[in-house]
């Protein structure tokens, strides 16, 4: 990889969000069903629990909530 390449985005399984962030497994998959919570990847249209997160999109959905 050169300098000027990204590295790969860091995906995270739903049990390491919620090592990070104060919420629940359930509470994450209330907000998916919901279209609310961080943005995630389903890996498997037909299977609802194959869910990864985009850590830098966790990061940048949390930001939303700064207050100046």
Known sequence: MTGTQK???RLMTPAEVTKVLPV???TLENWRLRGFGPPFIRLDALA??????????VEAWLDTF???
Not at 48 to 57: E, L, N, S
């Open 24 to 26: 629940s497994e359930r």
């Open 48 to 57: 609802r629990h194959k869910v990864v997160y985009d850590w830098h999109a």
């Open 66 to 68: 700064k207050r100046p």
């Open 7 to 9: 590295p790969l985005p």
